[in-house]
């Protein structure tokens, strides 16, 4: 099945700053997502990006399907945003397969 | 916004307890699943369903069911808890006919004593 490679795994940042978020995938890209889990453990759906770009505020996403990757910036960064970002695709149908994660602090 | 809502946020049980762990939507999607969230496992997946009274096997079924008789509804049955099975436990809902976004519950943390 498909396999689902982020890096880096651990990021801290001071507030303003910006940064990268990478999602490798073993296999074709179909339903590829961005999530944001909060220290509540709250998982966000941040975007749904099978291909090209997406942006919403300070976030913005890009897919790269033929060379399957994605990527997460995030901009002028903010304590808020701490917590783990995830990227999953599916594997069939149905089943989703998640990334280990995106460890991000971001220091006041 | 589309509502994933789970039952309990924290939960403790006892070893060989029965246990269910509720998840409604309010979106009428076709697709629900649980996971389950271990620290440096990620997240897992239990079981899904596509549609009502259809169920099948994610990667980790063992020690679980699930039961679906009604759209908006998941259930997850731990039939005898056992303490390896103490986890976060995520409910999700996607639509089949509409960009499959996923939407998570906000989880419900189970401690098997």
């Known amino acids: 099945g498909i396999q689902v490679e982020q890096s880096p795994p651990d990021l801290i940042l001071q507030e303003g700053a910006n940064s990268t978020l990478r999602c490798n995938f073993s296999?074709?890209?179909?339903?590829l997502q961005w999530f944001h889990q909060n220290p509540w453990g709250q998982l966000i759906n941040l975007f749904y990006i099978p291909s090209g770009t997406k942006q919403n505020g300070r976030l913005s996403a890009t897919t790269v399907a033929t060379e399957r990757y994605s990527l997460l910036y995030i901009s002028s960064s903010q304590t808020t945003d701490s917590g783990v970002y995830f990227c999953a695709d599916t594997s069939g149908t149905y089943k989703y397969i998640f990334g280990t994660g995106t460890r991000l602090k971001v220091l006041a | 916004d589309v509502k994933v809502t789970q039952s309990s946020r924290y939960l403790v049980k006892r070893t060989g307890e029965k246990v269910f762990l509720e998840c409604v939507q309010d979106?009428?999607?076709?697709?629900m699943f649980w996971y389950r969230q271990d620290p440096g496992l990620g997240l897992r997946l239990i079981y899904f369903?596509?549609?009502?009274?259809?169920?099948e096997k994610g990667d980790i079924p063992e020690g679980y069911s699930v039961s679906r008789e009604k759209k908006e509804r998941f259930s997850l049955i731990l039939e005898s808890a056992s303490t390896n099975q103490t986890s976060m436990y995520l409910c999700?809902?996607?639509?089949?006919?509409?960009?499959?976004?996923?939407?998570f519950g906000s989880g419900t943390q189970l401690s098997v004593l």
């Open positions: 999700a809902s996607s639509s089949t006919y509409s960009n499959e976004k996923l939407f």
């Open positions: 296999d074709s890209v179909n339903n």
């Open positions: 369903s596509y549609d009502v009274k259809m169920k």
């Open positions: 979106m009428d999607h076709e697709n």
